[in-house]
T-cell receptor, first 112, second 113 residues
Framework: NAGVTQTPKFHILKIGQSMTLQCTQDMNHNYMYWYRQDPGMGLKLIYY???????DKGEVPNGYNVSRSTTEDFPLRLELAAPSQTSVYFC???????????FGSGTRLTVV | GQQLNQSPQSMFIQEGEDVSMNCTSSSIFNTWLWYKQDPGEGPVLLIALYKAGELTSNGRLTAQFGITRKDSFLNISASIPSDVGIYFC?????????????FGKGTLLTVNP
């Protein structure tokens, strides 16, 4: 079982560039989430989805976009990268509300 | 929004010692979860608590769901070097639309062999 797979593991992006962080899960989970983790700040929710075709903003959505065309995939898009978006990004999924999350191993992004 | 205060922020202990960390919230939760994050990896679920007053163990780990539903603690007994990592508490309300996890800022645990 692969669980939640994130790609790439590392990336360096120039200011103003765009990129998509990929996330896919093979557990047929309805709920998927994107978090960013900054040192000493815990995990902040960027966007989440309760099923294919349904997405909603989390706590820190500015500068990001998401789509959920299939149950398996939940890509995160950065349109105009800024240094403040330097962070470690985690994708997670859960079977339903009330269940714990399964996390991917993260994407470490540096914007220079 | 809901806030979780997790303490301590960091701990430096000797191998074999017991560890205790806790989380308090400004509002109640239906579920408390404890995660561990190893360096370079995503958080992994350790223990899930679903009922106020519940005490659950997973090997050397024991966690409790506070009876007020606003707090939880995690104990690690007889620590070993592989216990090193960041421990996160998380609270969740499974009713209505407010079911997302709220995370504490983490406790960084260092174990000296």
């Amino acid at each position: 079982n692969a669980g939640v797979t994130q790609t790439p593991k590392f990336h360096i992006l120039k200011i103003g560039q765009s990129m998509t962080l990929q996330c896919t899960q093979d557990m047929n989970h309805n709920y998927m989430y994107w978090y960013r983790q900054d040192p000493g700040m815990g995990l902040k929710l960027i966007y989440y989805s309760v099923g294919a075709g349904i997405t909603d903003k989390g706590e820190v959505p500015n500068g990001y976009n998401v789509s959920r065309s299939t149950t398996e995939d939940f890509p995160l898009r950065l349109e105009l990268a800024a240094p403040s978006q330097t962070s470690v990004y985690f994708c997670a999924s859960s079977r339903d509300r009330g269940y714990g999350y399964t996390f991917g191993s993260g994407t470490r992004l540096t914007v220079v | 929004g809901q806030q979780l205060n997790q303490s301590p922020q960091s701990m430096f202990i000797q191998e074999g010692e017991d560890v205790s960390m806790n989380c308090t919230s400004s509002s109640i939760f239906n579920t408390w979860l404890w995660y561990k994050q190893d360096p370079g990896e995503g958080p992994v679920l350790l223990i899930a608590l679903y009922k106020a007053g519940e005490l659950t163990s997973n090997g050397r780990l024991t966690a409790q769901f506070g009876i007020t539903r606003k707090d939880s603690f995690l104990n690690i007994s007889a620590s070993i070097p592989s216990d090193v990592g960041i421990y996160f508490c998380a609270g969740q309300n499974s009713g209505g639309s407010n079911y997302k996890l709220t995370f504490g800022k983490g406790t960084l645990l260092t174990v000296n062999p």
